[in-house]
Structure formats: C-alpha cells, structure tokens
C-alpha cells in the first residue's frame, strides 16, 4: 500500500489544521491508520490511529480532546483533524498503515509508511 500524507502547515497556537492521508495501491479493510509524529531531536512518537473496519480511533494522551482521526472509505483517505494546536505539536507528522490480524484489533507494527508533512506552531 502506498500512503501519501498532506495538508501541514505553518499556523499560530491555537488555530486549527487538518492533516490528510490517502491510500492506494491495496484495500485498508483489514488494517488501521495511524499518524505519528516526529520532532527534531526526538523519537517518533504515536499520536493516533483509526481501525478500518469499523472506524474505532485511539489517542495518545497529548492529543486527545484535541486531536480527531477519520477514515473515509471512499475515498480511502485518513484526516487528523487538529484542533487547538500547541507549539509542542511542532513535528513532522507521518501516517502509516498496519494489517489488523484479527476483527476489532491493532496491528502490532506499522508496515506501511507515507512521507512526512511538516506542521509548525508558532507561539
């Protein structure tokens, strides 16, 4: 599957970006997506994923309230929709896919990686 990530940004504390994800190359039904994000100087860390299958996201404890994941499955596109960015959120931000082995679980790594998209906060 090849996944290319689009929509960062430049954008002040507080506003709002919405990050896309699109799919192709194999069907998502048996997989989820996730973003993870990058800072310079830092290990990548997970920010969110979504399961296919039936749409169920998941957070890390940074984003959530804040952070919302979708998946559209027509048009085989994930969104992160970021709301009340912080500068901390300033981080290259990569989507990434994973086969699920079984119904309503998680894949155990994340095979499948886009390039990244740069979102910056500024103070």
């Known amino acids: 599957v090849q996944l290319q990530a689009s929509g960062g940004g430049l954008v002040q504390a507080g506003d709002s970006l919405r990050l896309s994800c699109t799919a192709s190359?194999?069907?998502?039904?048996?997989?989820?997506v996730g973003w993870f994000r990058q800072a310079p100087g830092k290990e990548r860390e997970f920010v969110a994923a979504v399961r296919w299958s039936d749409g169920v996201p998941k957070y890390t404890d940074s984003v959530k309230g804040r952070f919302t994941v979708s998946r559209d499955n027509a048009k085989n596109t994930v969104a992160l929709q970021m709301n009340r960015l912080l500068p901390e959120d300033t981080a290259a931000y990569y989507c990434?896919?994973?086969?699920?082995?079984?119904?309503?679980?998680?894949?155990?790594?994340?095979?499948?990686w886009g390039q990244g998209t740069l979102v910056t906060v500024s103070s």
């Open positions: 190359g194999r069907t998502l039904s048996s997989s989820a």
């Open positions: 990434a896919a994973g086969v699920t082995t079984l119904p309503r679980s998680w894949p155990r790594r994340f095979d499948y």
